[in-house]
Nanobody, 123 residues
Framework: VQLQASGGGLVQDGGSLRLSCAASGRTFSNNGVGWFRQAPGKEREFVATISWNSGWTNVADSVKGRFGISRDNAKNTVYLEMNNLKPEDTAVYFC?????????????????WGQGTLVTVSS
């Protein structure tokens, strides 16, 4: 399966963006999906994850209360809603499809990765 992340861009401190992760090649409706991010000079870190049926989600403490994850399996797309963005949220955001149905905070659980979309938050 190929994953395409989109929706990144330049936004001011306190602004909002919605990222999309679209799958092609085959459906990922049976897979957990996660979002990760990598800031310049830092390691890639977990942001959010959602199970195949949206029954379980998990969001990193650093974005809790500001970011939300959802999915529309009919559209083969997962979303990351980002509100009250801060300069420290600046990073390349990647989506990934897990090997299993539940998703995970651990990168090793993910088999397919998208190319990333850049989010820049200006102060």
């Amino acid at each position: 399966v190929q994953l395409q992340a989109s929706g990144g861009g330049l936004v001011q401190d306190g602004g909002s963006l919605r990222l999309s992760c679209a799958a092609s090649g085959r459906t990922f409706s049976n897979n957990g999906v996660g979002w990760f991010r990598q800031a310049p000079g830092k390691e890639r870190e977990f942001v959010a994850t959602i199970s195949w049926n949206s029954g379980w989600t998990n969001v990193a403490d650093s974005v809790k209360g500001r970011f939300g994850i959802s999915r529309d399996n009919a559209k083969n797309t997962v979303y990351l809603e980002m509100n009250n963005l801060k300069p420290e949220d600046t990073a390349v955001y990647f989506c990934a499809a897990a090997r299993g149905a539940l998703g995970s905070t651990d990168q090793v659980a993910y088999r397919y990765w998208g190319q990333g979309t850049l989010v820049t938050v200006s102060s």
